[in-house]
């Protein structure tokens, strides 16, 4: 499990295709609203 950089919750990468890459690192998000906003600015939830 992995957690989602935007709500933080707990994401199966094996059970989701909802996915971005930003400097090498794969991060992975349990919707497509997350990771929209993840894009829109990474920064705020790349620690």
């Given at each position: ?41 990474p920064e705020?939830?790349?620690?």
């Amino acid at each position: 499990m992995v957690t989602d950089p935007v709500c933080e919750t707990d994401v199966n990468p094996n059970d989701t295709e909802v996915q971005s890459e930003k400097e090498g690192e794969m991060y992975y998000f349990c919707s497509i609203d997350c990771r929209e906003k993840f894009e829109m600015n990474p920064e705020q939830y790349i620690s």
